[in-house]
């Protein structure tokens, strides 16, 4: 079992940042990809960033790209979005994700809201 759980999450205006924080603990000796989905008002669950362990190899959704970065720290389990130029539109609940083992893990998730 692999628990994630997430911080940073908040209300922002058009064009702030705001940085996204998640610990991975457990058993978490195969952990292949760490990363982020949201999901927005009404909407189905997307990508929005993940990491894989081996290469540091990186994925973006298309709606993020240039704005957003994530970071991942081995030592400590966790994984960093930081997110900047934010839109109205990037307003979700944030989940934390994490394959180990060939099991996919999600955090409880947390809400990001861009207004005004």
């Known amino acids: 079992q692999v628990q994630l759980v997430e911080s940073g999450g908040g209300l922002v205006q058009p064009g702030g940042s705001l940085t996204l924080s998640c610990g991975a603990s457990?058993?978490?000796?195969?952990?292949?990809?760490m990363g982020w989905y949201r999901q927005p008002p009404g909407k189905n669950r997307e990508l929005v960033s993940t990491m894989s362990t081996s290469f540091g190899i990186t994925h973006y959704g298309e709606s993020v790209k240039e704005r957003f970065i994530i970071y991942r720290d081995y030592h400590k389990n966790t994984v960093t979005l930081q997110m900047n130029s934010l839109k109205p539109e990037d307003t979700a609940v944030y989940y934390c994700?994490?394959?180990?083992?060939?099991?996919?893990?999600w955090g409880q998730g947390t809400q990001v809201t861009v207004s005004s």
């Open positions: 994700y994490a394959l180990n083992g060939g099991i996919e893990y």
């Open positions: 457990g058993s978490i000796g195969s952990i292949a990809v």
